[in-house]
């Protein structure tokens, strides 16, 4: 069983900035790839960026230049630097993740935290 808790959420201003953080435990070969996503109310859920297990990232075009994805393997985490938010990054964001367990590779997901930018 593998478990993603995400932590670092919480209410910010506009311009303000807030770093995610998603850790991976449990029982597992390797993380693969790893990514946050973000559902605003009524929305879909969209991919804000990914992270391979070898540093490659991509980023949504709306977080360009203000969002830094990064993981740290050793510790099993993947982090998210939003900087000069804005009141559309409001939203439940996830961790997710791709992970080797015995038997395959599975997708993961964290339970969510909220992030609220205020005008």
């Known amino acids: 069983q593998v478990q993603l808790v995400e932590s670092g959420g919480g209410l910010v201003q506009a311009g303000g900035s807030l770093r995610l953080s998603c850790a991976a435990s449990?029982?597992?070969?390797?993380?693969?790839?790893m990514g946050w996503y973000r559902q605003a109310p009524g929305k879909q859920r969209e991919t804000v960026a990914s992270?391979?297990?070898?540093?490659?990232?991509n980023y949504a075009d709306s977080v360009k230049g203000r969002f830094t994805i990064s993981r740290d393997n050793a510790k099993n985490t993947v982090y998210l630097q939003m900087n000069s938010l804005k009141p559309e990054d409001t939203a439940v964001y996830y961790c997710g993740a791709d992970v080797t367990v015995r038997g395959g590779t599975l997708e993961y997901w964290g339970q969510g935290t909220h992030v609220t930018v205020s005008s």
């Open positions: 992270i391979t297990s070898y540093g490659n990232t």
């Open positions: 449990g029982t597992f070969f390797r993380i693969n790839g």
